[in-house]
């Protein structure tokens, strides 16, 4: 700016250095009752570099008069965003004319994010449209890319804030095109927005340029992982975000347990998907850079300082949410796994297993040529360390017991380091969420394991951590984990129930099983009834009274209880006939029950087509065994009389 003298600009970047200092460092000790104090002097500070411009460039012929017009004209409303090649640009980025319109715009931007920081959202829009005009007569060039992409991010999130997800998706995909499409044509290192207000002595070098360029698209990406997830393009949103993770360590700009926990996020994306080397490559990752958070804080040391003990409790917490995300990578891969072992009646299918470890060469090199087109994170310090948590867990299925109980085992160290920070005692709903987790690894684990007598042992600790919480806790306030823990420990009883039988069975003929062991079967049967009666007696109604309509998420629980306590009644084994009848009236009672509520309920019948089908058996069934019964037991008791 020719008019403007050294003193003047002189002047005028330090105001700007004041404004940065005030933003970024000041406001972060502003008082309570004074939130936005320092944001406010930011502001006051920028509107009076802006009149500074505005006055020297008064009067500097009629192209900056056309300039001036620019800055007054109202901002136009976006739709979805404006495309950069829609603004018919007459004026070069790098002439004069760019340069100026390039620092009005600036103050514009800086003057929007500090409205939008104070949560005044409507001058801050306005701030932010007034930049995009001033620069939509340009064209893009070094001296105005990083303003182009910053100006679009904050309207990007400005619009996101309000859930207009599109808008806000139009800014931030033009903003990614215009970093794409200038990388590609130009590439130079470009000016920094703080630039325009810097002597020449403290301007930046072309590493620093490029670093803070590259970190801008950087938020452009994070930003557009968002607005993908929200849509719904859950894909796109994990690519984003995966690039975005790379990014940040390439440029060594992320705090450690904030991109930790991000990574962990992702694995969970990545392990429904059961694409489960990227799901480790992700936890591994976490893991390491987590460590560079530090190590917690020692109870003393968080005693003698409160912001220690902030820390230490939120490292302590950080940390046992990446080993949550630990323990599902390893439930998934063993579920998974089970998926493609198991025949049709639930058991270990041995010729799919061998053929499956035939084949697991070829996957070996399936997973090798993964690894080398995927994106992997890590920089010179950490990608070692990081292949060396990788490879302590594996990410191809587990074919047997012994690499099902290697998976086993790193889940169940992770339910030890969650355990310990999410406690009962103020974490009820996370604590047992866990417990349920690790339950589920022994079950998964038990499905490996063709020991039958050790298969049931691992059920019976399944039982033993879920039946004491599930009896301490309060129905009124954990109804709905309450249910589920009743209906897994009569799933678990049932387990076992079999198991037994199976054991006994193959010890003895079945008609002469000792009473000890019809002891145990009776007692398993009766606990699994006992857990399914419980659990359907928490749909009843204060008065007692059975639901004669069940809420779509109890239908088809409710409706496989009654199945399944049908078939357990019918199941137990009595010498007393009387006792039989019984069990025989009790079973055909609840089969009953799910036919009569599927023709009551036709849309029901969907739910539960298998059970329904069965249920229909025994209902034509059972009456005729216990009418067999009735006249078998009629018979021994006109017998008895004849002898008296």
């Not at 594996?394 to 160290?413: H, I, K």
């Not at 499905?447 to 039982?463: G, I, P, S, W």
């Not at 109604?541 to 019918?570: C, D, M, Q, T, Y």
Request: proline share 3%; with cysteine; charged share 30%.
């Amino acid at each position: 700016m020719a008019s403007i003298n050294s003193d003047e600009w002189r002047a005028i970047c330090d105001k700007f250095t004041n404004a940065q200092n005030l933003t970024e460092v000041e406001s972060r000790n502003d008082p309570e009752n004074e939130p936005f104090r320092s944001k406010y002097k930011a502001r006051e500070l920028l509107r009076e570099i802006y009149s500074s411009l505005k006055c020297f460039n008064a009067g500097e012929g009629d192209e900056e008069s056309r300039e001036e017009s620019t800055v007054q004209r109202p901002p136009v409303e976006p739709v979805d965003g404006q495309r950069e090649d829609e603004c018919g640009q007459d004026v070069s980025g790098d002439s004069a004319a760019g340069l100026r319109a390039a620092k009005l715009g600036a103050v514009e931007y800086y003057l929007g994010v500090n409205h939008v920081d104070t949560e005044e959202l409507s001058a801050g829009q306005e701030h932010l449209m007034n930049c995009m005009k001033l620069l939509e007569r340009c064209s893009v060039s070094s001296e105005n890319v990083s303003l182009f992409i910053h100006v679009r991010n904050q309207l990007g999130i400005l619009w996101a804030s309000r859930d207009e997800t599109e808008t806000a998706q139009g800014f931030l995909e033009t903003a990614e095109a215009i970093y794409q499409r200038y990388t590609k044509e130009d590439g130079t290192p470009p000016t920094d927005m703080t630039e325009y207000f810097t002597t020449e002595e403290n301007l930046l070098t072309h590493q620093e340029r490029n670093k803070r360029f590259e970190l801008a698209y950087t938020h452009t990406m994070y930003y557009l992982a968002q607005i993908y997830k929200n849509l719904g393009q859950n894909e796109r949103a994990a690519t984003y975000c995966h690039s975005t993770l790379q990014r940040q360590l390439q440029l060594n700009q992320f705090s450690p347990m904030e991109w930790a926990l991000n990574a962990a996020t992702l694995s969970q994306y990545y392990i429904t998907k059961g694409q489960f080397m990227l799901g480790r490559h992700c936890l591994s990752a976490a893991t390491v850079i987590s460590g560079l958070a530090g190590d917690v804080p020692s109870e003393a040391a968080a005693q003698e300082s409160e912001t220690e003990s902030e820390r230490r409790e939120k490292l302590r917490q950080q940390r046992a949410e990446i080993a949550r995300c630990w323990i599902k990578y390893c439930l998934n891969l063993l579920q998974d796994a089970k998926k493609v072992l198991e025949d049709n009646i639930g058991e270990l299918d041995t010729d799919r297993q061998e053929e499956l470890k035939r084949a697991r060469r070829r996957e070996e090199e399936e997973e090798e040529k993964g690894r080398k087109n995927a994106l992997l994170f890590g920089s010179e310090d950490t990608f070692d360390s990081i292949a060396s948590v990788e490879e302590k867990v594996q990410c191809l299925f587990p074919l047997d017991f012994t690499e099902a109980r290697a998976v086993f085992l790193v889940g169940q160290n992770n339910v030890t380091q969650a355990k310990e920070y999410f406690v009962m005692d103020g974490y009820v709903t996370d604590h047992i969420e866990i417990l349920q987790d690790h339950s589920t690894l022994f079950r998964s684990l038990a499905f490996f394991e063709e020991d039958l007598e050790r298969r049931c042992k691992m059920h019976k600790r399944r039982v033993d951590m879920l039946e004491p919480i599930c009896q301490d806790l309060n129905s009124q306030y954990y109804l709905m984990i309450r249910r589920q823990m009743m209906f897994e420990l009569a799933e678990t009883y049932s387990e076992m129930m079999d198991l037994k039988l199976t054991l006994a069975n193959r010890q003895a003929d079945a008609q002469s099983l000792d009473s000890h062991t019809i002891k145990k079967f009776n007692h398993l049967c009766s606990a699994s009834v006992k857990y399914f009666q419980m659990f359907l007696d928490s749909l009843r109604s204060p008065e007692g009274k059975i639901p004669e309509h069940l809420e779509e998420e109890v239908l088809r629980p409710a409706l496989v209880a009654r199945f399944r306590v049908g078939r357990l009644h019918s199941r137990l084994i009595s010498s007393s006939p009387s006792a039989q009848l019984e069990n025989l009236n009790n079973s055909l009672e609840n089969y009953k029950y799910v036919v009569d509520y599927c023709e009551a309920h036709p849309e029901a019948s969907a739910t539960v087509e298998t059970e329904l089908e069965l249920s229909k058996e025994m209902v034509g069934l059972l009456p005729l065994k216990i009418n067999r019964l009735k006249a078998r037991m009629a018979t021994n008791n006109t017998d008895d009389d004849a002898v008296h």
